[in-house]
C-alpha cells in the first residue's frame, strides 16, 4: 500500500465519523463521487466496523469471575480527610518571665502526679460479657441466615414451604411465629418474583423467609425476625458466595439475602425496607 | 423505619462496569489473566481515589484512563513479554476476542474506545495517551484489518 492510499483511507476512515473539516469533507465528497477505489475502501472500512462491533459486544457474554467482583464488594472505602475551618493563629512568642516559669513547673509537676496517680489506680472494668455476647449473637444470626439460603435457594421446585399464591396464609403463620408483622413487598420493579415463604430459625429464634426470584432464575431472600442486636445503618457482609444487606427497626431485625455477584442488593434492600 | 441508604457507592458502579473495564483491559494486555490483573488494580485504585471522581463525565472514561496508565506501566516492566502471553486461543474470552486482541498493538484498543464505546476521537486519544493522529491511523487500520478477519471468516464458514 503506498503512503498516499494509506492517507485516502485515513481521510475515508474519518469521514465515517465525521471528524473531518468541512474542506476537507467536500473533498472526500467528490473522491467518493469519482474514484471507485475509494468507494471500495469505505465500504470495507465500514465492514470493519460492524465486524468489530459484533466480536466486542459478544465479548461481554462472558461471565465475569466472582473472585473479582468479591474484591470489589469486600474493598473498603478510603475516609474523607476532613479539614475543618481554622482561625488563623495569633502571632505568640514564647518568652515567659520568671513567675510564669514557676506556674508552669508548678502546673505541670500536679498534672504529672494525678495523671500518675490514675494508672496506678485499678483498671476500669472490662467490657460488659452482654456486649460481647451481643457481637457474638449477631455474628451467628447472619451466619445462620447466609446457611439457610444456600441450602433452599438451590431446592428448585421446593424453594418454599408455603407457595406465593397463598399469601393470607403466609402473613397469618409467619406473624404467629416471628411476632413481627410484615407485608409482602412487591418487588416487581426490580424484576423479582414471589416465590413463597419459609420458617426457619437463626441463632435460635424463629425468622421468616420471603424468596424471589428474578427472569435468570437468581433467588433473592427476605428475613425478618424479633430484634437482634442492633445492626443500623444497613450494612453488607459477604459470606463466600452470597452477599447479606441487614438492618433493624425498632421491633425486627431484616436481611436481604442473595448471590454477592448482584450489584444490586442494597437497592433491593432499600426497596424492601420502604415496603415491608 | 430506618430504612437502609442506598450510598453512593463506587463499588457498585464498579462492579456494574466490570465486563466493560475487562474488554478494554483484555484490549490492551491480548491475554485473559493480565487483563483481569489490571482491572483488579484498577478497581482498588478507583476505590481509594474515588473522592477524586466528581460524577461529570463518563465513569469509564476515568476508569480506562487508570486501566491504560496501568498497564502502561506494566508494559515497561515487562516489555517483550507481550507477544509470549497473549496466544491466540489459549483465552478465556474465547476466539472471537483472541482473533481481535490479536491485532497489532494498539489497534483494539483504538478501535474499542471509539466504535464500540461510542468516545470522540480526542477523548479516546486521551484515555489511551496518545496523539489524536495516531488514533486516527490506528483507528483505520483496525477496521481495515477487521474486515480482512470478517472475508476470512465467512470464507471459512462457506
Given at each position: 500500500?503506498?503512503?498516499?492510499?494509506?492517507?485516502?483511507?485515513?481521510?475515508?476512515?474519518?469521514?465515517?465519523?465525521?471528524?473531518?473539516?468541512?474542506?476537507?469533507?467536500?473533498?472526500?465528497?467528490?473522491?467518493?463521487?469519482?474514484?471507485?477505489?475509494?468507494r471500495?475502501?469505505?465500504?470495507?472500512?465500514?465492514?470493519?466496523?460492524?465486524?468489530?462491533?459484533?466480536?466486542?459486544?459478544?465479548?461481554?457474554?462472558?461471565?465475569?469471575?466472582?473472585?473479582?467482583?468479591?474484591?470489589?464488594?469486600?474493598?473498603?472505602?478510603?475516609?474523607?480527610?476532613?479539614?475543618?475551618?481554622?482561625?488563623?493563629?495569633?502571632?505568640?512568642?514564647?518568652?515567659?518571665?520568671?513567675?510564669?516559669?514557676?506556674?508552669?513547673?508548678?502546673?505541670?509537676?500536679?498534672?504529672?502526679?494525678?495523671?500518675?496517680?490514675?494508672?496506678?489506680?485499678p483498671?476500669?472494668?472490662?467490657?460488659?460479657?452482654?456486649?460481647?455476647?451481643?457481637?457474638?449473637?449477631?455474628r451467628?444470626?447472619?451466619?445462620?441466615?447466609?446457611?439457610?439460603?444456600?441450602?433452599?435457594?438451590?431446592?428448585?421446585?421446593?424453594?418454599?414451604?408455603?407457595?406465593?399464591?397463598?399469601?393470607?396464609?403466609?402473613l397469618?403463620?409467619?406473624?404467629?411465629?416471628?411476632?413481627?408483622?410484615?407485608?409482602?413487598?412487591?418487588?416487581?420493579?426490580?424484576?423479582?418474583?414471589?416465590?413463597?415463604?419459609?420458617?426457619f430459625?437463626?441463632?435460635?429464634?424463629?425468622?421468616?423467609?420471603?424468596?424471589?426470584?428474578?427472569?435468570?432464575?437468581?433467588?433473592?431472600?427476605?428475613?425478618?425476625?424479633?430484634?437482634?442486636?442492633?445492626?443500623?445503618?444497613?450494612?453488607?457482609?459477604?459470606?463466600?458466595?452470597?452477599?447479606?444487606?441487614?438492618?433493624s427497626?425498632?421491633?425486627?431485625?431484616?436481611?436481604?439475602?442473595?448471590?454477592?455477584?448482584?450489584?444490586?442488593?442494597?437497592?433491593?434492600?432499600?426497596?424492601?425496607?420502604?415496603?415491608? | 423505619?430506618?430504612q437502609?441508604?442506598?450510598?453512593n457507592?463506587?463499588?457498585?458502579?464498579?462492579?456494574?462496569?466490570?465486563?466493560?473495564?475487562?474488554?478494554?483491559?483484555?484490549?490492551?494486555?491480548g491475554?485473559?489473566?493480565?487483563?483481569?490483573?489490571?482491572v483488579?488494580?484498577?478497581?482498588?485504585?478507583?476505590?481509594?481515589?474515588?473522592?477524586?471522581?466528581?460524577?461529570?463525565?463518563?465513569?469509564?472514561?476515568?476508569?480506562?484512563?487508570?486501566?491504560?496508565?496501568?498497564?502502561?506501566?506494566?508494559?515497561?516492566?515487562?516489555?517483550?513479554?507481550?507477544?509470549?502471553?497473549?496466544?491466540?486461543?489459549?483465552?478465556?474470552?474465547?476466539?472471537?476476542?483472541?482473533?481481535?486482541?490479536?491485532?497489532?498493538?494498539?489497534?483494539?484498543?483504538?478501535?474499542?474506545?471509539?466504535?464500540?464505546?461510542?468516545?470522540?476521537?480526542?477523548?479516546?486519544?486521551?484515555?489511551?495517551?496518545?496523539?489524536?493522529?495516531?488514533?486516527?491511523?490506528?483507528?483505520?487500520?483496525?477496521?481495515?484489518?477487521?474486515?480482512?478477519?470478517?472475508?476470512?471468516?465467512?470464507?471459512?464458514?462457506?
Amino acid at each position: 500500500m503506498t503512503e498516499t492510499s494509506k492517507e485516502i483511507d485515513i481521510r475515508l476512515s474519518t469521514f465515517i465519523d465525521g471528524e473531518i473539516g468541512e474542506e476537507e469533507r467536500h473533498e472526500v465528497e467528490a473522491l467518493l463521487v469519482n474514484d471507485p477505489q475509494a468507494r471500495a475502501s469505505q465500504d470495507a472500512l465500514k465492514r470493519g466496523r460492524d465486524f468489530g462491533r459484533h466480536a466486542f459486544d459478544e465479548m461481554l457474554k462472558e461471565p465475569v469471575p466472582l473472585d473479582l467482583v468479591r474484591a470489589i464488594k469486600t474493598a473498603p472505602q478510603p475516609r474523607r480527610a476532613v479539614r475543618l475551618p481554622q482561625a488563623s493563629r495569633p502571632n505568640f512568642s514564647m518568652k515567659p518571665t520568671g513567675r510564669q516559669a514557676l506556674a508552669c513547673g508548678l502546673l505541670l509537676f500536679v498534672v504529672g502526679g494525678a495523671f500518675g496517680y490514675m494508672l496506678g489506680a485499678p483498671p476500669l472494668a472490662a467490657p460488659s460479657p452482654d456486649a460481647l455476647a451481643s457481637v457474638s449473637e449477631n455474628r451467628d444470626w447472619l451466619e445462620d441466615v447466609a446457611a439457610h439460603y444456600r441450602l433452599y435457594s438451590r431446592q428448585g421446585p421446593h424453594l418454599a414451604e408455603l407457595p406465593a399464591g397463598k399469601p393470607a396464609d403466609i402473613l397469618d403463620w409467619l406473624t404467629t411465629n416471628t411476632g413481627v408483622a410484615f407485608r409482602i413487598p412487591d418487588l416487581g420493579e426490580s424484576g423479582l418474583a414471589f416465590q413463597g415463604a419459609r420458617l426457619f430459625s437463626a441463632a435460635g429464634i424463629p425468622a421468616g423467609q420471603l424468596f424471589y426470584k428474578s427472569a435468570e432464575g437468581e433467588v433473592i431472600a427476605i428475613v425478618f425476625t424479633k430484634s437482634r442486636p442492633t445492626v443500623n445503618p444497613a450494612t453488607e457482609s459477604i459470606r463466600d458466595d452470597i452477599g447479606v444487606v441487614s438492618w433493624s427497626t425498632p421491633l425486627a431485625t431484616y436481611a436481604i439475602v442473595g448471590p454477592s455477584s448482584n450489584p444490586s442488593l442494597d437497592e433491593i434492600a432499600a426497596k424492601a425496607a420502604g415496603l415491608i | 423505619m430506618n430504612q437502609p441508604s442506598a450510598p453512593n457507592d463506587i463499588r457498585r458502579d464498579l462492579v456494574a462496569l466490570l465486563p466493560k473495564m475487562r474488554r478494554f483491559a483484555l484490549a490492551l494486555a491480548g491475554a485473559a489473566a493480565e487483563a483481569d490483573d489490571l482491572v483488579r488494580e484498577a478497581c482498588a485504585r478507583a476505590i481509594q481515589k474515588s473522592h477524586h471522581w466528581k460524577g461529570e463525565g463518563r465513569l469509564e472514561s476515568w476508569l480506562y484512563s487508570m486501566v491504560r496508565s496501568l498497564w502502561t506501566d506494566e508494559a515497561k516492566k515487562r516489555k517483550g513479554m507481550r507477544d509470549a502471553a497473549a496466544e491466540p486461543g489459549d483465552d478465556a474470552f474465547g476466539k472471537p476476542a483472541a482473533m481481535l486482541v490479536g491485532m497489532p498493538e494498539g489497534l483494539a484498543a483504538s478501535f474499542l474506545l471509539v466504535d464500540v464505546e461510542g468516545f470522540t476521537y480526542a477523548e479516546a486519544a486521551d484515555i489511551l495517551g496518545i496523539p489524536v493522529r495516531v488514533l486516527t491511523s490506528r483507528l483505520c487500520a483496525a477496521r481495515l484489518r477487521l474486515a480482512a478477519i470478517g472475508v476470512e471468516a465467512t470464507e471459512r464458514r462457506a
